[in-house]
Each structure stands twice: as C-alpha cells, then as structure tokens.
C-alpha cells in the first residue's frame, strides 16, 4: 500500500513571486533571498491560491500573508514561501502518521526544489527527522531515461540498471537542528495562519455570482439495498429540526442534532466545538461530514477538518419529517 498527500502550491508559490512581483529573475535566486535575513520578520504565508489540499481539502481557503509589518522586505517573502512549503509537507506527514500509526524515520526527496539547500535543512528542522536527497534530483527524468535504455537494448536487465544506480547515485543527509520546543512553536504559527485562510473564497465577487445562479440542489439521499463503507467528503445544508436537552450527551461527550431536508430527517453528532446553539428552523451548512454507525442507524459527524456553520441566505425548504433517513436502508448521496 501506499499513502499519497498532494500540495496545491509548491515550486508555483516561487513562480509566483518571480512572475507576479520580480522579486527575482530565476527561481534558484529564491534561497539567496531567503537566507539573508535571518527569520521571516513574523511572516506567514499560506499560498492557498486554489485552495489547500492535503490534509485539509477546503475549497473554499485562499492565500494569506500573515504578520507583515512596515519593515516586512521581500527577502521576508520569499523566506516566508520556502517556509510554507516545508510547513504543506509537516501537515501531509502529520496526516499519514495518524492515519497509520507509524513513525517516520527519514524522509526521501528529488525533484527540482531540492537543490535548495535552506529548503531541505528547513524540512529537516520541522520534520524532526533526517532528509535525504537523491543526487540526481529530477528522478522521474531519470527513470524515464532508464526504462528507454532497457527498452531498445542499451541495458540487458534490470540487474544492469540497479548496478548503475548504485555507482551514480546515492543520497545526501540533511539532519535536524531544531529543539522541540521550536519546532513546536514554529507549527503552531503556521496552523494559526492556515485557519485565517479558510472559507475567504465567499468575498470573491466571482463565486457570488456563480452561487446566486446555482441551481438548486437535488435529494440528498437514496435508497440501497445494503449498507456500503463509511462515505467521508460530505456537504450538506440542513434544517434544524431537533436540539438536544441541556447537558444531553451522547457517551462520546457528542451533542446529538436531529435535522433534516425535503428527503428527510438525519441526526449529526457534533463536538462541543462544533455544536451551534442554533434554533429550531434555522438552516445549518454542513462541510466535510462523514457517516457513521450508531446502534444500527446511519448518523453524520464532522471529519477533523470541516465544520458546522449557520446557513446564511438560504431558500426556505419544509423537513420531511415522515422518512427518518438515517435507517438502514438509506444512505447519503453527499451531492
């Protein structure tokens, strides 16, 4: 098995400031900007340009720089920029240790941005783990030289190729230099940055427009014939239809919430942070929820990265209170 995280802005986020800014004429300049000054002057960039990726997968977040002052210089910026890279892949390694439970011993990278010596001595400090770096970066290049080799005869067998990697590869270690208290600091920043970046792409006048001429949705539920695994991603726009008493917790510590559409009726079991003191009849947005079994019964939580907000202008709609879709034979379609 393998585990993949993709990084929305990477090598981009240089581009960027190279073609947006002329802060530099070839992106190699970036590491002699960022290296003659000695932090980032409180700067944190977010370079959610289309959103993040891995691990949150918010399409609503846009980019934010974060901190600047009037003594914010470029080479702030462009420190800030290999900064947010090496913090994108801190969340993604995050991620994949939770989801496996494993430890991450070292980590192995090629690619064009890992000539940047700051960059991967910087990965190495955040990560707390050692880096090695191919020393034939572009390794998809190589590969693909070596699969032509063997293709046309060049190279008899696979043992050839595995013997020339040998003599002309090999890696070099970055090792971490960073104390723990640091690195945690240093984390801490770049999630606060990354929460002010979340649900900005409302104020572009371009999705308003797109959203007044949006269509309205279709049922969210269907009818099976058997359950299916846990469905994760879902977006949903309820009507509050039930509140729970005061102090009623579920054994989790869960609020449980009865609400509901036109198809029928739901129950969310939310956090005490995601639990809205909401009303009866009011509407709530539902974002990256995901289904669970509960004694039987189909319900929705909130996976780690979404969240519960109030519904604003929305088209009023009636519950179908008749049909409690959270039986068995249901499931949510998440459109």
């Known amino acids: 098995f393998a585990l993949e995280g993709s990084v929305a802005c990477a090598g981009r986020t240089v581009q960027w400031l190279r073609d947006n800014f002329g802060f530099f004429k070839d992106a190699s300049e970036v590491e002699a900007l960022a290296t003659a000054v000695e932090d980032t002057g409180g700067v944190t960039l977010v370079p959610a340009f289309s959103g993040l990726f891995a691990p949150y997968w918010r399409e609503d977040a846009r980019a934010v720089m974060a901190g600047m002052t009037l003594y914010t210089k470029k080479e702030h910026i462009c420190r800030a920029a290999l900064e947010a890279v090496a913090f994108s892949t801190v969340d993604v390694m995050q991620a994949m240790k939770h989801d496996t439970g494993l430890r991450l011993g070292s980590m192995y990278v090629d690619g064009g941005m890992t000539i940047n010596n700051f960059l991967m001595q910087l990965q190495s400090d ?8 191919a020393k034939m970066p572009e390794a998809t290049v190589l590969g693909a030289a070596l699969a032509a080799g063997l293709a046309v005869g060049f190279y008899t067998d696979a043992k050839e190729v595995k013997e020339f990697l040998k003599t002309a590869g090999g890696h070099e270690s970055f090792q971490p230099a960073m104390r723990p208290a640091t690195r945690s600091k240093e984390y801490a920043r770049w999630k606060d940055a990354v929460e002010r970046a979340m649900d900005l792409q409302k104020f572009n006048p371009q999705y308003q427009v797109a959203k007044e001429d949006k269509p309205l949705r279709k049922p969210r539920f269907k009818k099976v014939d058997a359950l299916k695994p846990v469905q994760k991603g879902i977006n949903l ?9 005061a102090g ?16 029928g009726v739901v129950t969310l079991r939310l956090t005490a942070d995601q639990f809205l003191p909401c009303e009866v009849g009011r509407y709530i947005r539902v974002q990256n929820g995901k289904t669970v079994m509960v004694k039987g019964h189909i319900h929705v939580q909130i996976d780690k990265w979404g969240k519960v907000t109030q519904a604003e202008e929305q088209e009023a709609f009636d519950v179908n209170t008749e049909k409690d879709i959270s039986a068995v034979e249901y499931e949510l379609t998440g459109e």
């Open 248 to 263: 009623a917790l579920t054994d989790g510590g869960l609020h449980s919430v009865v609400c509901g559409d036109t198809t």
């Open 237 to 245: 726009v309820l009507k509050i239809v039930k509140l729970p008493e």
């Open 126 to 133: 955040l990560l707390g783990v050692s880096v090695l770096r």
